[in-house]
């Protein structure tokens, strides 16, 4: 199981990332994405894998939070 930390990180990205292409579009996707047809309407609209990784997150740091999290061992 990862840690908290490491999971909260990923989820900052995750959603910086799906603001970033959200704001500025095709401009932030590398020239390999839109070579492949990989424009920001696909990331955004027919495959949202941006909005997914998000959920992915979430769920992760629901799922290692569930019994709470402890700061201090002793």
């Known amino acids: 199981m990862r840690n908290i930390k490491d999971i909260k990180t990923d989820l900052r990205q995750a959603q910086h990332r799906f603001l970033d292409v959200v ?3 095709d401009v932030v996707l590398s020239d390999y994405d839109l070579s492949m047809g990989y424009d920001a309407d696909y990331y955004l609209n ?3 894998l941006l909005a997914n990784h998000i959920t992915y997150y979430r769920r992760e740091l629901k799922q290692v939070l569930r019994h709470g999290e ?3 061992l002793f």
Do not use: A, E
Request: proline share 11%; aromatic share 0%; charged share 20%.
């Open 23 to 25: 704001k500025n579009g």
């Open 46 to 48: 027919r495959v949202p």
């Open 70 to 72: 402890q700061t201090v």
